[in-house]
């Protein structure tokens, strides 16, 4: 009896096993684990706006052409008198005008970001302040020493900005265009001064890094070079006028900033 018991419970067991193995042979395989999803930290397509600030380096070269005597009031009304140029070669004196100062303004554009690669359009608007000078000497009649400081009223240049993006939220790129610069050269003994705006172009670099989806850190270097200006008839010593055709050759800045983006996911 106990032997034809455990024969039907072990037919009985073999009977299940097999519809189940029939029933799970029907059913589908199961769906492949999902691959696991990581939203990047800054999305990088859209329009920024921020704030820059550093330091600007000047290194430029002067010509300056003395002339003959004043009226000698001392009023501030120069009589430029007979150009040297033709009589006195040798009135025609050249300086080295460098120096550094503090530069700091606003900055905006625009990003496109294709895969890794970013493409953008970028602006910017900073002010100065005294950034060189140097002592002159003038030769009419005699020898005087002065010292003549160039102040950086405002800098501005419109920039193609384009890079790579390393991960997800760091981007090297280059960046260059047109700028302008104006400024006031002066006379620091005196406090004479005259202004006049060069056009130029600029052209660097820097690396940018995205803390969030919004907040973005830099920090970047921009050369610039300027055409040559005349800064007229300037009196150094208030009985000599001296006409200034200053050079913009190497402008040099070194900055760091932080933007707000708004991508263009979240509109």
């Given at each position: 009896?106990?032997?034809?018991?455990?024969?039907?419970?072990?037919?009985?067991?073999?009977?299940?096993?097999?519809?189940?193995?029939?029933?799970?042979?029907?059913?589908?395989?199961?769906?492949p684990p999902a691959p696991e999803i990581r939203p990047s930290v800054a999305d990088w397509t859209g329009p920024y706006i921020g704030v820059v600030g550093g330091g600007t380096c000047m290194e430029t070269r002067d010509v300056y052409r003395t002339y003959s005597f004043t009226d000698n009031n001392g009023n501030g009304t120069y009589d430029p008198g007979i150009d040297t140029r033709d009589?006195?070669?040798?009135?025609?004196?050249?300086?080295?005008?460098?120096?550094?100062?503090?530069?700091?303004?606003?900055?905006?554009?625009?990003?496109?970001?294709?895969?890794?690669?970013?493409?953008?359009?970028?602006?910017?608007?900073?002010?100065?302040?005294?950034?060189?000078?140097?002592?002159?000497?003038?030769?009419?009649?005699?020898?005087?020493?002065?010292?003549?400081?160039?102040?950086?009223?405002?800098?501005?240049?419109?920039?193609?900005?384009?890079?790579?993006?390393?991960?997800?939220?760091?981007?090297?790129?280059?960046?260059?265009?047109?700028?302008?610069?104006?400024?006031?050269?002066?006379?620091?003994?005196?406090?004479?001064?005259?202004?006049?705006?060069?056009?130029?172009?600029?052209?660097?670099?820097?690396?940018?890094?995205?803390?969030?989806?919004?907040?973005?850190?830099?920090?970047?270097?921009?050369?610039?070079?300027?055409?040559?200006?005349?800064?007229?008839?300037?009196?150094?010593?208030?009985?000599?006028?001296?006409?200034?055709?200053?050079?913009?050759?190497?402008?040099?800045?070194?900055?760091?900033?932080?933007?707000?983006?708004?991508?263009?996911?979240?509109?």
């Open positions: 009896m106990k032997k034809r018991t455990s024969l039907l419970a072990l037919a009985a067991i073999m009977t299940a096993s097999t519809a189940t193995a029939a029933m799970a042979a029907d059913l589908a395989p199961p769906p009589t006195a070669p040798s009135d025609e004196l050249h300086f080295d005008m460098n120096g550094c100062g503090f530069t700091g303004g606003i900055v905006g554009g625009f990003n496109y970001q294709v895969d890794s690669f970013l493409f953008g359009i970028e602006g910017d608007w900073v002010w100065g302040g005294r950034t060189g000078d140097h002592d002159a000497y003038t030769f009419v009649p005699t020898t005087r020493r002065e010292q003549d400081a160039y102040d950086i009223d405002w800098m501005t240049s419109l920039r193609i900005r384009t890079g790579i993006l390393t991960t997800d939220s760091t981007l090297l790129y280059l960046t260059g265009g047109p700028a302008w610069i104006r400024g006031e050269m002066k006379d620091v003994n005196s406090g004479v001064g005259f202004k006049n705006t060069h056009f130029g172009w600029t052209i660097g670099g820097g690396v940018e890094h995205a803390l969030t989806e919004s907040i973005h850190l830099r920090a970047e270097y921009l050369f610039a070079s300027f055409k040559r200006k005349d800064y007229g008839r300037f009196c150094t010593t208030c009985d000599i006028a001296v006409d200034i055709d200053k050079g913009m050759n190497q402008f040099h800045t070194f900055r760091a900033g932080v933007t707000w983006n708004f991508g263009l996911s979240n509109w």
